[in-house]
């Protein structure tokens, strides 16, 4: 947004009016001579003198434009630019999803479970500002994929990147937990927190998710838990990373509500249920507003001087026209 420091000096452009009036409209302006056609008994002719007028248009535009540019600057334009400035670090946010082969259950159409999950990661992230995210996949195994950052833009590559079942064929609840603890237990951020996504229940890894819980909220960390799936039979369909084959069926889905609630309550966080896209949606934006609260936040205001711009700006343009006027058009000033 431009602003002006003296806008009172514009006041100076209604004198320029009635001088653009003397100089290009009134009809006695310069000397006239009269030249009676009727006495001409030649050819009529029409003289083409495109280039002089073009010149002379040019000439015209670039000193009037560079009188006004010039009352700009005198005026004190600025360009004000507002910002929000954080007064307090952001949040550390561990995303653990899960991509074990029942997450290809096409109960969350148009898609799968795993791809509506990462379209709502999707749009969480996009929608940071100061808060540092990373990312934890499991399945059999569990492992890192995005270290705590700020760059976004490359979460989001290593998001797009990950596939089901390239971690194995079962679900490791408690090590995906464990690996998310073991790369925030040093974070210096007064908010840390896990969001764990899955479909399954533990049915692998050493380490037991309530162990893993416990120790997360031991060391502050708060799991926000997301089920996901409806219960019953439903139609699966993925393929497998490394092999190449194919997979189509149906197998019974659900998962133990008991066991992601004790992760949640052990570790101060909450449970929440999402048996459709839309209410996976709407839970992560009550968690995104969970998280917001509380932010300290300021409007600062900058002002950047343009005045010099303006009179320079200007001044290019008369000296243009002084050259048009004196070295193209040959007037005699």
Request: a neutral charge; proline letters at 5%; glycine letters at 10%.
């Amino acid at each position: 947004m431009i602003s002006f420091d003296h806008p009172t000096r514009f006041l100076v452009v209604v004198l320029l009016i009635p001088l653009f009036y003397l100089f290009h409209f009134w009809k006695r302006r310069g000397t006239v001579f009269p030249f009676p056609f009727s006495m001409w008994k030649q050819e009529e002719f029409t003289p083409k003198v495109y280039g002089p007028r073009l010149l002379i248009a040019m000439m015209h535009v670039t000193f009037w434009g560079g009188c006004i540019l010039l009352v700009f600057a005198w005026s004190g334009p600025s360009r004000v630019i507002k910002e929000q400035v954080y007064l307090d670090r952001g949040a550390d946010i561990m995303i653990l999803l899960d991509e074990s082969p029942s997450m290809a259950a096409k109960d969350f159409q148009p898609e799968n479970r795993f791809e509506s999950a990462r379209a709502v990661i999707r749009k969480f992230v996009e929608s940071r500002t100061t808060d540092a995210v990373g990312l934890v996949s499991f399945a059999l195994e569990a492992a890192l994929r995005v270290p705590l950052t700020t760059d976004y833009s490359y979460f989001l590559e290593q998001l797009d990147s990950l596939s089901i079942m390239d971690l194995g064929d079962g679900t490791a609840l408690g090590m995906g937990i464990a690996t998310g603890v073991l790369h925030l237990k040093d974070s210096i951020s007064r908010e840390k927190v896990m969001i764990l996504l899955t479909d399954g229940k533990q049915n692998a890894g050493e380490i037991l998710p309530e162990t893993a819980s416990l120790m997360a909220g031991q060391l502050g960390i708060r799991i926000y838990v997301i089920g996901i799936g409806t219960p019953g039979e439903t139609y699966i369909e993925f393929t497998n990373p490394k092999t190449g084959i194919r997979y189509r069926g149906t197998f019974e889905g659900g998962f133990d509500e008991g066991i992601l609630r004790n992760i949640a309550s052990r570790s101060g966080g909450t449970y929440f249920y999402a048996g459709n896209p839309e209410t996976l949606s709407s839970v992560f934006k009550m968690i995104d507003s969970l998280e917001r609260s509380g932010k300290k936040v300021k409007l600062q205001v900058r002002k950047i001087p343009l005045h010099t711009t303006y009179a320079l700006g200007g001044l290019v343009l008369l000296l243009m026209s002084f050259i048009l006027r004196t070295s193209l058009l040959r007037e005699v000033l």
